[in-house]
Every structure is written in C-alpha cells, then in structure tokens.
C-alpha cells in the first residue's frame, strides 16, 4: 500500500499529500480501534458527543503522547477515545522523505461516526 502511494506521487515531489494521507491512515486505524458502549447511546446525545485528540508520534510510530484538545462532557466517551488511541499504538513510521522526528495529529471524535459501525 505504501509503495502505491509513492508510485503515485513520485519521489518526494508531493511531500504535503504523503502526510496528508498519512495522517488519513493514521485517523482511520485509530478510529478502527474506537467503540463506545451502544447501551448508554440514546438519540438525543449523539450529536452532543465530540472531542478532538492531538496526538504527538515520532517519526518510527511510537506516540509521545496524546490529550485532549477539546474534551466531550461524558467521561465514558473521553475514556473511550483515549483507549482508541492506546489500542493503536505503534502507528506506522512516517513515510519515506518526510523528515520530521515527530509530528503532532489531530482527530475530532463525533459519536454520529461511530454509529455508522455499531
């Protein structure tokens, strides 16, 4: 997969879309790892619930660290992002060419998203 996406690109000739979609396979093996137990969902709370994570990854995968950048008010649904992100780790190392020793990613959460899965 990570080689289609060089072919595509060329040799460091697109460097921001390589991050870009990089991050995109970051957010999505994040989000893959998410749930929230569907028995304290109701209608009127789903759209309610959101938060954004930083999450600051070297450039060989490893998370430094994560926060919250903007916390939902339901603690059950913070706990569950932050289990989301501890389930993916490592992430994938940086791809080739990009230079950086780490980079901070930002993922907004939205229980509506999640919904689509349950």
Known sequence: KDRDVKQVLGRGSENGITIRIYKMEVEDRVKSNWSYPVALVNSGSLEALEATVV????????????????????????????????????????????????????????????????
């Open 55 to 118: 999450i600051k990854v070297k450039s060989d995968g490893n998370i430094l660290k994560s926060w919250f950048k903007r916390r939902s008010s339901d603690v059950i649904f913070n706990d569950s992002v932050m289990k989301a992100i501890d389930r993916s780790a490592p992430l994938p190392p940086f791809p080739e060419g990009y230079r950086k020793s780490y980079d901070e990613i930002e993922i907004n959460f939205n229980l509506s998203e999640l919904e689509n899965v349950l």
